[in-house]
């Protein structure tokens, strides 16, 4: 029993790594465009995201029979799926606009603040509930990423400008605000309804919001950009590497949580940094392999032992399903509402489908 468990402690931290190395190609292909030909926009990079999973997932929506029609869906929760297209955007716009007026070691460090937020909202809203190991773990992992930062003053890699620090520290911190939020929305779905429709609704109206934002915002920059085919491979493999983030992100979520997910985020500036010592010729500091254990050892301990979800199993049940009837439990006694500890991070067997109204 301890090796299955130490084995699905891997396998989650592993999961974790690969979301991680998403990211790193997310930022490489990024770094190349904007620096290297000037291509700044950040608005159609995500548009072409969102086209893909418009393609994949809406359609898929779309030829589906009953409830989950993507009409049916529309009916019923379009306004909830709007607002969240839109906070997915904003989130990863205010993140990149950052850049242009704070430094890089601000923006590692407040980006954390997204860890507290995820905290908060799955305990308030998903009754998640944390033991003394998890906040340890969450301790080593941003203090790995406090002794990452230093490093990059130390070897005095890329500061950036921060002209104006104030106003990118608040970009970021309303950035890693809507992150959290966008990535327990998420869980919630994925965890009641489904990953194709979360999916095909943030592609549906991720494309609509970032198709207007980008004719407003963008279009000029857009039309600076010296188009040739080293320039498409690279907006290819940026597109490719998000499109690969935003189909496996919920895979994770939904065997891990949104909090342990975004704790292996941490990592993805090393890895960043580790191909740049390549790439880019960056200085090396023994802190960043420091830093890049700190991070895993704290992954490990969050991961370790399973959270709980602090409600009566009745309460469950009618919140997959509210519209559902009633099932009447088999006892005469009266049942007292009770704490079920529930790993978020395995399934015994699989649920049937529930379809909700």
Request: include cysteine; charge should be neutral.
């Amino acid at each position: 029993m301890k090796m299955a468990n130490r084995m699905e402690m891997l396998i989650s931290v592993a999961l974790g790594q690969v979301l991680s190395l998403l990211i790193c190609g997310i930022g490489l292909t990024s770094k190349y465009l904007s620096e290297d030909f000037h291509a700044n926009t950040p608005v159609f990079q995500s548009f072409l995201n969102y086209i893909l999973l418009f393609l994949v997932y809406t359609t898929t929506l779309a030829v589906r029979q009953g409830e989950e029609n993507l009409l049916a869906i529309l009916r019923r929760r379009w306004w909830k799926y709007m607002i969240l297209g839109l906070i997915d955007l904003e989130a990863n716009y205010l993140v990149v606009k950052a850049y242009q007026y704070t430094t890089l070691t601000s923006i590692q460090l407040l980006d954390c603040f997204v860890i507290p937020v995820v905290i908060l909202l799955s305990w308030f809203f998903l009754l998640i509930r944390y033991k003394a190991v998890h906040f340890l773990g969450i301790f080593v992992c941003i203090l790995g990423m406090g002794c990452m930062a230093g490093a990059d003053v130390l070897v005095g890699r890329h500061q950036g400008a921060g002209e104006n620090k104030l106003v990118g520290d608040l970009l970021v911190l309303g950035g890693a605000t809507l992150y959290g939020i966008s990535n327990v929305w998420e869980e919630y779905i994925i965890r009641t309804l489904s990953r194709v429709e979360f999916l095909g609704m943030i592609g549906l109206f991720g494309a609509f919001f970032s198709g207007i934002q980008l004719a407003i915002m963008e279009h000029k920059e857009l039309l600076k950009v010296p188009w040739d085919w080293q320039i498409g491979l690279l907006y290819v493999g940026f597109s490719a590497c998000m499109f690969g983030l935003y189909s496996f992100m919920p895979v994770v979520i939904k065997k891990t949580s949104a909090t342990s997910v975004n704790l292996s985020l941490l990592t993805a500036d090393l890895y960043s940094l580790f191909c740049g010592l390549f790439l880019f010729h960056y200085k090396f500091s023994g802190l960043y392999l420091l830093s890049f254990f700190t991070i895993l050892i704290g992954l490990v301990l969050y991961s370790s032992t399973s959270t709980y979800i602090a409600q009566d199993p009745r309460v469950y049940k009618q919140f997959r399903n509210p519209s559902g009837p009633v099932v009447d439990l088999p006892t005469t006694a009266q049942v007292e509402p009770s704490v079920t500890y529930t790993s978020l991070g395995q399934e015994t067997e699989e649920e049937p489908h529930v379809r909700v109204a």
